[in-house]
């Protein structure tokens, strides 16, 4: 069966005509919960019918993006289509034909940020009435949101959802010669999508899809909702991809997943996890390779050892946690305890005894109690975190957290938040004090953002260093002596070296 097949036979198959909707489907979040049995088919992104690929000639697109890395990359994805359509990029929205938002839907403010611009775009579409604006991304994949916006933000031309990027062109034609508002959101995952064109946003540094969707369904998160369950690539597919990446000249991957450690649980012909593939891209001529994000409880001894054996691999892990406390955890749904997490921390650690950790926190989910507060704070210490991300719990329609009460003030919320970045601050500190002195290699990613006589690049462990150097070693390996480190970027000076 083919993804468009499926998605008509398991949703909203009904096509609304009216005066201004074009309604082909629409999101459901509890089928989107839903997890079947359907074996996931790899299909190619073939060629463009003629029509298709002149459609854009002469014209420019916008893309904003507001998500994750995955979302970043999407946004590759989607700008890779649209130039296979005769589209060039532009900054300035006054100039563009199209422009795309391709959202978040984690936290509410993220959501929020996304509806400003949508009424901005209003006056924009008065000015220029040819103008088409698109909605994609994870909020796409929440009923309430396209509700809303079929219902107050009329001007919007497209909606599309995270699954079926890849029917952009039809659905941008659609709504071009429409007229009307084009809605076509999957509520399920449909097939693996090879062969996607992708405008990379730098030649130095690129992102690489593993896996699609979550299968963890967190308490409190939004993700396996809006991207489904999971899917990986074929090994031979991701290992190709990295290989051309290699060719073109970059000096580094990052293999993205929402838990990459789940990687080819889903294969049902061949017995091949994260730690197999990693082993095998340790070999590929690619310089760095890194990788996001790990659940902690699917991390296997069998990955540590390949991660051990360093070479292109990095030495960073991003190991969100959440919580240290064991009636949190359980409550998130999170597959571990607050003991496994160490353990596995600590046999990490041995393995790699120069290895950064780093991790994202919620604050103030429900039932967080001071004590339970003070149990993240102590596992914080213990673990000695390069940096960590940290959040206040926001609640997400749909989701089993939701529904418990939200018991914990806003400003017990923020107190805690910022109680722990003081600590966490601290921490990230004395740790890049102890890089003081020391000769690390960088790779030099371009001018500092603040400051353009300044160079900036990163550590194997991913630290940002500014120094004093000369643009022609832009996307070249440096050596850098960290004379001056602060708590979130390491200063120093360049060495030579025969
Ligand atoms: N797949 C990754 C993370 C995806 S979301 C993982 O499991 O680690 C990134 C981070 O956002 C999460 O780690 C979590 O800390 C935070 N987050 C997710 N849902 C949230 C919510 N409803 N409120 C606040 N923070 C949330
Ligand atoms: Fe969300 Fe949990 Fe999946 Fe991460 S593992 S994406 S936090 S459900
Ligand atoms: Fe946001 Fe979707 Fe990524 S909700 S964090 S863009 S997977």
Redesign the pocket.
């Known amino acids: 069966m083919t993804t468009t097949d499926r998605n008509n036979l398991t949703q909203d198959s009904k096509s609304i005509r009216s005066n201004k909707f074009k309604v082909l489907s629409t999101p459901n979040l509890s089928l989107g919960k839903r997890r079947g049995k359907e074996e996931i088919e790899v299909v190619q992104f073939g060629d463009l019918p003629q029509e298709l690929h002149r459609l854009g000639e002469g014209k420019h697109y916008l893309i904003r993006t507001f998500?994750?890395q995955?979302?970043e990359h999407d946004s590759e994805v989607m700008a890779g289509i649209l130039e296979n359509m005769g589209y060039t990029a532009t900054e300035q929205e006054e100039d563009a034909d199209v422009i795309l938002f391709n959202t978040?839907?984690?936290r509410e403010n993220a959501e929020d940020k996304v509806f400003g611009h949508l009424g901005r775009m209003k006056t924009l579409k008065r000015e220029r009435p040819h103008l088409i604006v698109g909605v994609a991304?994870?909020m796409s994949q929440e009923e309430s949101v396209v509700n809303t916006i079929m219902q107050k933000y009329q001007h919007i031309d497209l909606i599309l959802g995270t699954h079926n990027i890849h029917r952009l062109p039809y659905l941008l034609q659609e709504a071009l010669y429409s007229k009307e508002m084009v809605v076509e959101v999957w509520s399920k995952e449909g097939d693996i999508v090879e062969n996607l064109p992708k405008v990379r946003q730098d030649g130095l540094k690129a992102w690489v899809n593993i896996m699609y969707g979550c299968d963890k369904f967190c308490t409190y998160c939004?993700?396996p909702y809006?991207?489904g369950k999971e899917r990986s690539r074929h090994p031979e597919d991701v290992i190709a991809e990295v290989r051309e990446l290699a060719r073109l000249g970059y000096q580094e991957v990052t293999l993205l997943g929402q838990n990459v450690n789940a990687y080819g649980k889903d294969f049902s012909h061949i017995q091949y996890g994260f730690g197999d593939l990693m082993d095998e891209i340790r070999k590929i001529g690619i310089p760095r390779v890194r990788f996001t994000t790990s659940y902690p409880s699917d991390f296997d001894q069998h990955l540590i050892d390949v991660l051990a054996k360093k070479g292109n691999l990095m030495e960073h892990i991003h190991l969100p946690v959440q919580s240290g406390s064991n009636a949190m955890l359980k409550l998130m749904a999170r597959k571990y305890t607050r003991e496994t997490y160490l353990d596995l921390v600590h046999r990490i650690k041995e393995a790699i005894p120069d290895v950064s950790l780093t991790t994202d926190i919620i604050v103030g989910f429900p039932g967080e109690t001071d004590e339970m507060f003070e149990e993240t704070l102590s596992l914080v210490k213990e673990v000695e975190y390069d940096s960590a991300f940290t959040f206040i719990y926001s609640p997400r329609e749909g989701t089993p957290a939701a529904k418990m009460q939200d018991d914990i003030s806003e400003e017990v919320k923020k107190e805690r938040l910022q109680h722990l970045l003081d600590v966490q601050n601290e921490i990230s500190r004395r740790k890049n004090e102890a890089l003081r002195d020391q000769v690390l290699e960088v790779l030099v990613e371009g001018e500092s953002k603040t400051n353009p006589d300044v160079l900036a690049g990163r550590t194997r462990t991913n630290k940002l260093v500014h120094f004093k150097g000369d643009t022609s070693s832009i996307g070249q390996f440096v050596y850098v002596r960290i004379t001056d480190p602060l708590t979130w970027t390491l200063n120093g000076e360049q060495v030579f070296t025969e």
């Open positions: 998500g994750c995955m979302n978040c839907a984690i991304g994870c939004i993700v809006t991207r």
